[in-house]
């Protein structure tokens, strides 16, 4: 590559398509980051490609990437751009799983920037939005390869896109408008909510809202993106709210290998991954902890958590956070804080023969203020256990093979969120 006649050192090649290589590149004199986006001469779609340069030339956004040159030589037209750190959407989504709160920012986020195009005296309609496109940089959206978008005046009517995010007129050579670029929108938030979500279910409220996007009728659609944002807007204001002060929630199980660690380990970091500051205790002497820590993948929101032993605990207990205590097997020992504890949740087997145990910890677990039981692991709990419990709040534990893969199971994310909500955590 001679872009550039030297001001610029390949780092690394990002990617190679058909028509077109990327390179991360470093400019030698300022010492700072590009992209540089190579388009072969010989490409049917060089000019079209070209365009790129020259729309976003003009654009002046934030969160939209600066176009520095243009540059060629015999094989390729070069445009050398501002270079976003971070990852895409799609790369954070298949690393951990999103919040609400951040999905509704970042579908702001890029509504915002949709609606900047449109609001552009030659109107740009962008044609593309989908993960791979969209870049995550300290919690803000960028977006990024303008290769689809097109101004309202282009007389190319050629129209590119991503078929699982793309509008019906987009993939059956229709009329292309604003309304294109709604339903991409549309599409995202439904991937984000199916693909990254923490939350257990997708409330009616958004659902009408995703359909109403991806209406196939152009005329059904949400008219604007003003209108779209404003919609959006409204449900962030009916989201569940969190408890301010840090919890205490003990967890014991009735006999040796009910999964009370590994439950345990999977509340904490679903609390971590929603944004609460959470530590895990062990509050016991099984060393279970260390057996489970191999599973968790660094990329997992558990990377973050903090855990701390027994000891640690009771020469310095954590402030400011919500403790998950680990009390391994409940017994007629326990110390007074697992009582005292905000939530006291205790493990169950679901075999016939483990109903027994049901009726010793019910007896064991009395002076709790607040408790409840998982019976693990379960798709329906046995009657013989049903009786034991005789009334009392229970809910089935799915089978949970690696808590690397756990939180994507929407059974799983359902039991975590309602432990959440008799908590007091997550107030509804």
Same mark, same amino acid.
């Given at each position: 590559?001679?872009?550039?006649?030297?001001?610029?050192?390949?780092?690394?090649? +990002?990617?190679?398509?058909?028509?077109?290589?990327?390179?991360?590149?470093?400019?030698?004199? =300022?010492?700072?980051?590009?992209?540089?986006?190579?388009?072969?001469? @010989?490409?049917?779609?060089?000019?079209?490609?070209?365009?790129?340069?020259?729309?976003?030339?003009?654009?002046?956004?934030?969160?939209?990437?600066?176009?520095?040159?243009?540059?060629?030589?015999?094989?390729?037209?070069?445009?050398?751009?501002?270079?976003? @750190?971070?990852?895409?959407?799609?790369?954070?989504?298949?690393?951990?799983?999103? &919040?609400?709160?951040?999905?509704?920012?970042?579908?702001?986020?890029?509504?915002?920037?949709?609606?900047?195009?449109?609001?552009?005296?030659?109107?740009?309609?962008?044609?593309?939005?989908?993960?791979?496109?969209?870049?995550?940089? $300290?919690? $803000?959206?960028?977006?990024?390869?303008?290769?689809?978008?097109?101004?309202?005046?282009?007389?190319?009517?050629?129209?590119?896109? @991503?078929?699982?995010?793309? *509008?019906?007129?987009?993939?059956?050579?229709?009329?292309?408008?604003?309304?294109?670029?709604?339903?991409? +929108?549309?599409?995202?938030?439904?991937?984000?909510? +199916?693909?990254?979500?923490?939350?257990?279910?997708? &409330?009616?409220?958004?659902?009408?809202?995703?359909?109403?996007? @991806?209406?196939?009728?152009?005329?059904?659609?949400?008219?604007?993106?003003?209108?779209?944002?404003?919609?959006?807007?409204?449900?962030?204001?009916?989201?569940?709210?969190?408890?301010?002060?840090?919890?205490?929630?003990?967890?014991?199980?009735?006999?040796?290998?009910?999964?009370?660690? =590994?439950?345990?380990?999977?509340?904490?970091?679903?609390?971590?991954?929603?944004?609460?500051?959470?530590?895990?205790?062990?509050?016991?002497?099984?060393?279970?902890?260390?057996?489970?820590?191999?599973?968790?993948?660094?990329?997992?929101?558990?990377?973050?958590?903090?855990?701390?032993?027994?000891?640690?605990?009771?020469?310095?207990?954590?402030?400011?956070?919500? =403790?998950?205590?680990?009390?391994?097997?409940?017994?007629?020992?326990?110390?007074?804080?697992?009582?005292?504890?905000?939530?006291?949740? +205790?493990? =169950?087997?679901?075999?016939?023969?483990?109903?027994?145990?049901?009726?010793?910890?019910?007896?064991?677990?009395?002076?709790?203020?607040?408790?409840?039981?998982?019976?693990?692991?379960?798709?329906?709990?046995? *009657?013989?256990?049903?009786?034991?419990? $005789?009334?009392?709040?229970?809910?089935?534990?799915?089978?949970?093979?690696?808590?690397?893969?756990?939180?994507?199971?929407?059974?799983?994310?359902?039991?975590?969120?309602?432990?959440?909500?008799?908590?007091?955590?997550?107030?509804?």
């Amino acid at each position: 590559m001679t872009a550039g006649s030297g001001k610029y050192r390949i780092v690394s090649q +990002i990617c190679e398509h058909h028509d077109t290589t990327v390179w991360l590149a470093m400019h030698t004199a =300022l010492n700072v980051k590009r992209i540089i986006k190579g388009i072969k001469k @010989t490409s049917p779609y060089h000019d079209r490609l070209i365009k790129e340069a020259h729309l976003l030339k003009n654009l002046k956004h934030p969160f939209i990437p600066e176009i520095y040159d243009l540059e060629e030589d015999d094989d390729y037209t070069y445009i050398i751009e501002q270079y976003i @750190t971070g990852e895409s959407l799609r790369s954070l989504c298949e690393k951990r799983l999103l &919040s609400e709160k951040e999905i509704f920012h970042f579908i702001i986020q890029i509504s915002n920037i949709i609606n900047y195009l449109h609001s552009l005296p030659d109107e740009i309609f962008y044609l593309d939005i989908k993960p791979e496109n969209i870049i995550i940089s $300290d919690n $803000d959206c960028f977006l990024i390869d303008f290769g689809s978008a097109y101004p309202k005046s282009f007389r190319d009517k050629t129209v590119f896109g @991503t078929k699982s995010f793309a *509008s019906p007129e987009q993939l059956h050579g229709g009329k292309i408008s604003k309304s294109s670029d709604i339903y991409s +929108i549309g599409k995202l938030l439904e991937y984000m909510l +199916i693909n990254g979500s923490l939350s257990p279910k997708t &409330s009616k409220a958004v659902q009408k809202l995703i359909g109403q996007c @991806t209406e196939k009728t152009i005329w059904h659609r949400i008219g604007s993106i003003e209108g779209l944002i404003a919609r959006i807007k409204e449900l962030q204001k009916r989201q569940s709210s969190f408890s301010i002060k840090p919890i205490r929630i003990a967890f014991a199980g009735a006999a040796e290998n009910t999964g009370t660690t =590994l439950i345990s380990l999977l509340f904490s970091e679903y609390l971590t991954s929603i944004g609460r500051k959470c530590t895990y205790v062990e509050s016991n002497d099984s060393g279970a902890w260390y057996s489970l820590s191999g599973l968790t993948s660094e990329d997992q929101a558990l990377a973050g958590l903090e855990t701390v032993s027994r000891k640690s605990y009771e020469n310095d207990p954590p402030k400011d956070k919500d =403790l998950i205590l680990d009390y391994g097997c409940i017994s007629k020992e326990m110390p007074q804080d697992f009582y005292s504890s905000d939530l006291v949740c +205790i493990t =169950l087997g679901n075999r016939c023969w483990e109903a027994g145990e049901a009726v010793r910890v019910r007896a064991l677990s009395r002076r709790c203020g607040k408790r409840i039981f998982l019976v693990n692991p379960v798709t329906k709990v046995s *009657s013989f256990l049903a009786s034991a419990l $005789d009334g009392e709040k229970y809910l089935a534990f799915p089978y949970v093979a690696c808590t690397e893969i756990s939180l994507r199971s929407t059974e799983v994310k359902a039991i975590l969120h309602e432990i959440a909500v008799c908590a007091g955590i997550i107030i509804e």
